[in-house]
């Protein structure tokens, strides 16, 4: 490709040797020779052929060099779990990996043995938290106790998913607090929506 060629954006390159190609078409249906119609257009034509496959290639290659998608990444969680339990995964921007299972597939997750055997030894596994704001909890539950007491005795009467548990330091005179509650499920944060916390 001549020195303008080089100067132009690799995306508005296949456009212009196309509009070349046309012009050049074009031209040639007002001359009158078979012979001399190919002889001008025969070069241009094969310079857009060959333009346009080396896009290919590069393509190709660009697409081959990209990090596994994601089918592969749902066979690597499944195989080290050993179950079918990943439903999805996405590579993300930041270049993490969000892999969703089904609800059932529950006690294979927990374990962390699995994220480095699907993703290597640098891997690290971080559930996804969804919090509540409980306003008007009573103050005798909320005071000086250990968060982490209350967080296991909200799981122990409400059910598996409660992960963490925050209070405010209520105010003397306060019957009521605010109270962040942090689940690590859909099923779990629909079923303290749906049934409230006992």
Same mark, same amino acid.
């Given at each position: ?55 290919? /290639? #590069? ?12 089918? *592969?990444?749902?066979? =690597? %969680?499944? +195989? ?46 971080? /559930? #996804? ?12 539950? *909320?005071?000086?106790? =250990? %968060?982490? +007491? ?49």
């Amino acid at each position: 490709m001549d020195a303008q060629g080089e100067n132009i954006p690799s995306r508005e390159r296949p456009s212009n040797v196309m509009k070349n190609v046309y012009d050049t078409f074009a031209e040639c249906l007002g001359v009158a020779s078979p012979d001399a119609v190919w002889a001008t257009f025969y070069p241009v034509l094969r310079e857009g052929y060959e333009h346009a496959r080396e896009m290919g /290639r #590069r393509v190709e290659r660009k697409r081959q060099s990209l990090p596994t998608g994601e089918q *592969s990444t749902m066979e =690597d %969680a499944n +195989g080290a779990i050993k179950a079918l339990a990943a439903v999805a995964a996405r590579h993300l921007r930041s270049g993490d990996t969000v892999v969703t299972f089904k609800e059932p597939a529950r006690p294979h997750v927990e374990a962390d043995g699995w994220v480095k055997a699907a993703f290597g030894p640098e891997a690290t596994r971080s /559930r #996804r938290l969804f919090s509540f704001i409980i306003k008007s909890f009573p103050v005798r539950l *909320s005071g000086k106790q =250990d %968060a982490t +007491g209350i967080a296991k005795r909200m799981s122990a009467s409400n059910g598996p998913g409660i992960a963490k548990v925050t209070t405010r330091k209520p105010r003397a005179s306060a019957k009521f607090a605010p109270i962040v509650i942090a689940v690590d499920g859909i099923e779990a944060a629909n079923k303290l929506c749906r049934d409230g916390i006992n």
